[in-house]
Structure formats: structure tokens, C-alpha cells
């Protein structure tokens, strides 16, 4: 395919992410299902949790059955199950297990098996700027609530609070279908025209592709894994509760909270697009190291914060670091690991991923009740950002694997 095609591939995975992303608009729900069902706080920020673990559970699913089927079949089905258990949430009323089950299971399988392909289909049409186009694969996912979380909040005004999710469900799953039908792999052994790789390239990434198996026995991996966690426990928790954080530190309306956790978006979408883009240029590590950096001091200057303005800025800068880690890693798995198996090699990276982004809302979301506040909560975060600076200096690619295979199968011959 020509380069116009493969951009028209590029918009539908953005489209598709963009679907499935609505799930961070959650917040918006929180306040008016505790009001209308007198569930708890940490009850009702549960769904997100459970919907935020199965799609790291489940994305290693969606990697491995791409390697079978193709991306299509993929996400056109993960397009179904998202949609669907959003609908199906809408019969959950009194009962808050149902919505555990449908948004939370249901839902979170579609989200996992979904989020996976536009990322492993894009960075083998793009090989040349992977930081960049997996920073636009997965700024859609972020930007997602952009139209949601406003859209839900007027749907909650006009037709009710559980009439909303079937509204939501129906419009989630129309595109995601009609968008995943577009995801399609590049022919074998495709490259852009006159296109190959630089020297600083060549030395940021592995010297060969990675199985599932051999990326899983290099400490490498695990590394990512353990800079994606950190990076998320961080974000998610004032994303899960950025709509009542707004309302309790800033003083607005609902309707004002809900305005800019749509506006807050933009931060995780753009945070994707922008470190992805940086991470190009000076590097993944480096990257990581001055995300880091900047989320650690945010976090223990939080409390000082009194004005609804500085607030917003403060919340928009930690959210584009959150969606950064989103957008380098990736990018980060194809150079260390190689870009044929990254359906499955960075699918799994989210499942060790899946138990710190559960965790980290909830714990945030108990702290608050039990303490009137968010200060403990906001310091927790903040000594675990501190500490962890020294994992991204640390990590390097995995070298000589192919060159020692040679050596092996050399000797033998001689032999």
C-alpha cells in the first residue's frame, strides 16, 4: 500500500481508540451513581478498576489471536464487547454487581483485546517514526473522553443516569466496528520506499525480533513493565477521580468538573502524541527519566494548590505525563523486543500492568474517604515517583542474543 493508505489506516486505529478511550470518562458517573444508589465511593470507583484490570488481562489475548485471525476480526469483536457491556450497564440499577459484570468484565475484555491492535498495526506500517505514530495510535485512547465525559453528562440530564449508558453503549460499538474493519497488517517484508534505519536506530533497538517466550527471559521486559505501572499508578489515580477532585479542592459545579475532565482529556492525548514525539528525538530513557522528574514534583507541591486555576494546570501537566508512558512504551517494546510479535510481546506487558492500575484508584479513592482528603494519598504517590527515576537509567536493550545463536550453530558445524 502507498503512504496515502497507510494514513488512512492510521485514522481509523485513532478512530478506534477513540471508542474505546470513553472509558475514561468514568468519573462523570461517580458522583450521581453514589447519589442515586447510596453506593460508596470506593464501591462505585471499583468499576473502574475492574474495567482497567481485564483490559490489561485481556490484551495479551487480543496480541496472540491477531497472530491467528489478523487485526480485523479483532477489533470489530472487541468493538462488540466494549459497546455491549456499556448497554448492558444500563440494567444495573440497585444492583451493583451487574455493573461490575458488564462494564467492569464485559466491557474491560473489549477495552484490552481492542487497545492492542491499532498499536501492533501501526508501528509495521511506520517503522520509521514508531515513537510518533504509537503516540498517535494511542492519543486517540486518551483523548476519548474528550466527547464522552460532556456527552454523558448532558445524556444524564436529559433521558436519566442509566438510559445513558445504553445510549453511550450503542454509539461506542457503531465505531468501533465500523473502525476496526479498516485494521489490516502491511504485506510481509514491507518498508517505506527508500526508507532505512538510522545509526541512532540501530543502536536503541534489539538486534532481532523477539518471541513472547525469549522477550519474557530478559529483565528487559520486565523493566518496561515495571515503568508503565509506576507511570500509571500515578496518573490513573487523579484520573479516576478527577471530576470530585475539581468539585472538593477547586469549588465547582458538577457540570463545570465535568467540562474539564472532557478539556483533561486532551492533556492524556496530547501527553501520548507530545512524550512519543520526544522520545524520538532524545530518546526513550531520557523521555521517561524527565516524566518522572516532573510528576514527582508536582505531587509534593499538590496540597498547595488553592487556586481552581493552578489546579487545572497542575492536573493537565500530570495527565500528559500519564499519557506519555502510553505513548513511548510501545515504542519502547518494539526497539528492545522487534515489531512482528508486539501484539503479544507488549499485549502482556499490561497484563503486570493491570494489578498497579486497579490498585492505585481504588487505594486513592479509600484514602480520600477514610482520611476527608487527599493529602496521604498525593504523598504516597509522590515518594513513589522519587524513588523510582533511577529504574529508566538503569534499563538498556537486549544485545548479542542473535550474534551468540551464530557462535552456538558455528561451533556445531565445525564440530
Not at 86 to 97: E, G, H, Q
Not at 143 to 161: D, E, F, R, T, Y
Not at 286 to 305: C, D, G, S, V, Y
Request: positive net charge.
Amino acid at each position: 500500500m502507498g503512504s496515502l493508505n497507510r494514513w488512512w489506516i492510521a485514522v481509523a486505529g485513532i478512530c478506534l481508540q477513540m471508542a474505546l478511550g470513553a472509558g475514561y470518562a468514568w468519573s462523570v458517573f461517580r458522583i450521581p451513581l453514589v447519589k442515586e444508589f447510596g453506593w460508596s465511593i470506593s464501591a462505585v470507583s471499583f468499576t473502574f478498576s475492574i474495567s482497567w484490570f481485564f483490559l490489561g488481562c485481556t490484551s495479551v489475548l487480543g496480541g496472540l489471536w491477531m497472530s491467528r485471525k489478523g487485526p480485523r476480526i479483532v477489533a470489530m469483536s472487541a468493538g462488540l464487547l466494549w459497546g455491549g457491556g456499556v448497554f448492558l450497564a444500563s440494567f444495573a440499577a440497585n444492583k451493583l454487581w451487574l455493573l461490575y459484570l458488564t462494564y467492569g468484565v464485559i466491557g474491560g475484555t473489549g477495552l484490552g483485546m481492542g487497545y492492542i491492535v491499532p498499536i501492533a498495526v501501526l508501528v509495521k506500517w511506520f517503522p520509521e517514526h514508531r515513537g510518533l505514530i504509537t503516540g498517535i495510535a494511542v492519543g486517540g485512547f486518551g483523548a476519548g473522553s474528550l466527547i464522552a465525559a460532556p456527552l454523558a453528562s448532558k445524556l444524564m440530564q436529559s433521558v436519566g443516569l442509566m438510559p445513558t449508558f445504553a445510549w453511550l453503549g450503542v454509539a461506542y460499538a457503531v465505531v468501533a466496528v465500523a473502525s476496526g474493519f479498516f485494521m489490516q497488517n502491511p504485506p510481509e517484508g514491507w518498508k517505506p520506499a527508500a526508507w532505512s534505519p538510522t545509526s541512532t536506530q540501530i543502536s536503541q533497538r534489539s538486534d532481532r525480533d523477539y518471541t513472547l517466550p525469549e522477550a519474557l527471559r530478559t529483565w528487559q521486559w520486565w523493566a518496561l513493565c515495571g515503568l508503565m505501572s509506576i507511570n500509571t499508578m500515578a496518573g490513573l489515580s487523579v484520573v479516576s477521580q478527577a471530576a470530585p477532585i475539581f468539585q472538593e479542592l477547586g469549588k465547582m459545579t458538577a457540570a463545570s468538573a465535568a467540562t474539564l475532565v472532557g478539556v483533561i482529556s486532551i492533556a492524556n492525548g496530547v501527553g501520548r502524541v507530545f512524550w512519543a514525539w520526544i522520545s524520538d528525538l532524545i530518546g526513550r530513557k531520557p523521555a521517561f527519566i524527565a516524566m518522572f522528574l516532573l510528576q514527582a514534583f508536582l505531587f509534593w507541591t499538590f496540597h498547595l494548590i488553592a487556586s481552581p486555576v493552578l489546579l487545572s494546570v497542575a492536573v493537565f501537566v500530570i495527565v500528559v505525563c500519564y499519557g506519555g508512558a502510553y505513548g513511548i512504551t510501545p515504542a519502547f517494546a518494539a526497539d528492545y523486543f522487534g515489531a512482528r510479535n508486539m501484539g503479544s510481546v507488549y499485549g502482556l506487558m499490561l497484563l503486570p500492568w493491570a494489578f498497579p492500575a486497579a490498585f492505585a484508584p481504588l487505594l486513592f479513592a479509600y484514602l480520600r474517604q477514610s482520611t476527608g482528603g487527599y493529602n496521604q494519598a498525593l504523598y504516597l504517590i509522590a515518594g513513589l515517583m522519587t524513588l523510582s527515576m533511577a529504574l529508566p537509567v538503569l534499563v538498556s536493550p537486549p544485545r548479542g542474543h542473535k550474534l551468540a545463536k551464530e557462535a552456538e550453530v558455528g561451533k556445531g558445524v565445525a564440530v
